[in-house]
T-cell receptor
């Protein structure tokens, strides 16, 4: 496809379970971002990759959150020992190199922790 | 720190014009973005301002005043499909690539 894709689109996890969320960026896009969007709020930055290098992880809320992009394309956001406050939509976005004005967002994964 | 404020909700009539305001206080400035987000969907890019003034793109226009830390999104000839959330986002000048978003303005267009 031409856009950013994410899977699964919906995930229900029981508290304490681990989850893995996948992002397929637009082919050739160097930059990749993860954002967390709570209901009724704007997206909040989690982490940023340039190719396979994680250059900014200042937004990750705790050490239960881990992201990787080992080959500089697909990325996975992993949340260990999920808690109810982790319930949110997780958005992935990608963009070309420096100079691109706006990243392209994927449809998101809605995570519900019960 | 960064702080971005925009109204929570607005209502307007089909065919009318609506202006959604955004004020920001950030550690430096390197561009302001507006996105449209329909419920359950990804944010889609509407406009980008980095210099003062008005950027026009069809029915949508965006204005920026850097000295006032202020922007607005103007939507003309409103259509029912314009009912959505509108997000204001700012990029700072620290070299950090992340965007800081406001909470969004939920616009309801009525017949």
């Amino acid at each position: 496809g031409a856009g950013v894709s994410q899977s699964p689109r919906y995930k229900v996890a029981k508290r304490g379970q681990d989850v893995a969320l996948r992002c397929d960026p637009i082919s050739g896009h160097v930059s990749l971002f993860w954002y967390q969007q709570a209901l009724g709020q704007g997206p909040e930055f989690l982490t940023y990759f340039q190719n396979e290098a994680q250059l900014d992880k200042s937004g990750l809320p705790s050490d239960r959150f881990f992201a990787e992009r080992p080959e500089g394309s697909v990325s996975t956001l992993k949340i260990q020992r999920t808690q109810q406050e982790d319930s949110a939509v997780y958005l992935c976005a990608s963009s070309l190199e420096e100079g691109t004005r706006s990243p392209y967002f994927g449809p998101g994964t809605r995570l519900t922790v019960t | 720190g960064q702080n971005i404020d925009q109204p929570t909700e607005m209502t307007a009539t089909e065919g009318a014009i609506v202006q959604i305001n955004c004020t920001y206080q950030t550690s430096g400035f390197n561009g302001l973005f507006w996105y449209q987000q329909h419920a359950g969907e990804a944010p889609t890019f509407l406009s980008y301002n980095v210099l003062d003034g008005l950027e026009e793109k069809g029915r949508f226009s965006s204005f920026l005043s850097r000295s006032k830390g202020y922007s607005y999104l103007l939507l003309k000839e409103l259509q029912m499909k314009d009912s959505a959330s509108y997000l204001c986002a700012v990029r700072d000048d620290t070299g950090r690539r992340a965007l800081t978003f406001g909470s969004g303005t939920r616009l309801q267009v009525q017949p």
